[in-house]
């Protein structure tokens, strides 16, 4: 994904879905984990995990 420059989650509209993107200290980035916009309701669920398991 082009426009992912720091760790975080995006929205993925060519995909219709959210990405959890992890951006090392060499810019490496590394798709960590996605949901599909249908999912809606685990959204926060999901989103709960990605930045939990980022800060630890």
Not at 11 to 24: C, I, L, P, T
Request: aromatic share 16%; glycine share 4%.
């Amino acid at each position: 994904m082009r426009n992912v420059n720091r760790t975080g989650i995006y929205q993925n509209s060519g995909k219709h879905r959210w990405e959890f993107w992890y951006v090392s200290s060499n810019h490496l980035k590394v798709l960590v984990s996605w949901l599909s916009w249908t999912a809606s309701k685990q959204y926060d669920e999901w989103e709960r995990d990605c930045l939990l398991k980022h800060d630890a």
